[in-house]
């Protein structure tokens, strides 16, 4: 159905100005907006990046400058990473996920953004010629020297650098090897266990806030960061059984 305003003149005019706001909000973080047609569209005109499809003006006009980033930043990665996934022309990401590493770094900021595929594509954000962009970024996962840089000093856990675990992450489980021990981090109260505060994984107990956080390569295009309570179980080399 054709979209007829009741006085498109007035429309027309206010989108200009949104037009005009976004932009400049877009340029203070590096982004540069493809022409809007609002004189055509009015609020209702498509708001892109390299001809990504951001939102319509209408609904971008609305929100906040830290919003306004996100939603950009969400599709650009997203097309970033189909791209570098080769994927198929219907196919859609699932999540973004920040990845937390130690400062300063060269990117701003470092993302994985997992398709339905589950395959999980690593994508850094950079500032290059004054301009937000979206690249690979590919991690040796037994360089201990790469994995120091981005996470800090190795820490100690109950489990080793080599030993194969199951992990339960967003309802998915995964078998893959621990590849580095990070510092522990807050434990999430939401968890889906019978009991609060306390938790056996195997064989152990933890009654405080901190739990120890692992890198475990899973062999799905990077490795997850893990709590020592996401781990379901390990794996007997050879055996493929439990190995509490």
């Not at 004054?130 to 690249?135: L, Q, S």
């Not at 489980?173 to 889906?192: H, M, Q, S």
Request: one cysteine or more; aromatic letters at 10%.
């Amino acid at each position: 159905m054709t979209y007829i305003p009741r006085n498109f003149a007035e429309e027309q005019k206010e989108a200009g100005q949104h037009a005009k706001q976004l932009t400049a909000i877009c340029e203070e973080f590096h982004i540069t907006l493809d022409p809007i047609d609002w004189q055509t569209s009015g609020l209702w005109a498509w708001v892109s990046v390299n001809a990504i499809k951001i939102s319509d003006l209408r609904d971008l006009s609305k929100q906040d400058n830290a919003s306004i980033l996100r939603q950009v930043q969400i599709k650009l990665l997203e097309q970033a990473a189909l791209k570098i996934a080769h994927a198929r022309p219907d196919m859609k990401a699932l999540m973004w996920t920040p990845v937390e590493v130690v400062q300063p770094q060269e990117f701003l900021g470092l993302w994985i953004v997992t398709l339905e595929t589950d395959e999980r594509v690593p994508i850094a954000e950079y500032i290059r010629n004054g301009k937000r962009v979206y690249e690979h970024f590919t991690l040796d996962v037994h360089d201990q020297d790469a994995l120091f840089k981005l996470f800090g000093p190795a820490n100690a856990g109950e489990y080793a650098p080599g030993d194969s675990v199951t992990i339960d992450e967003h309802e998915r489980r995964c078998t893959g090897e621990v590849v580095y021990i990070l510092p522990p981090g807050k434990a999430f109260t939401n968890r889906k266990f019978p009991t609060r505060g306390r938790h056996t994984i195997a064989g152990k107990v933890f009654t405080n806030d901190l739990s120890s956080r692992y890198l475990v390569d899973c062999q799905d295009g990077f490795p997850h960061v893990v709590y020592q309570w996401q781990i379901i179980n390990t794996v007997t080399e050879g055996t493929g059984t439990d190995g509490k």
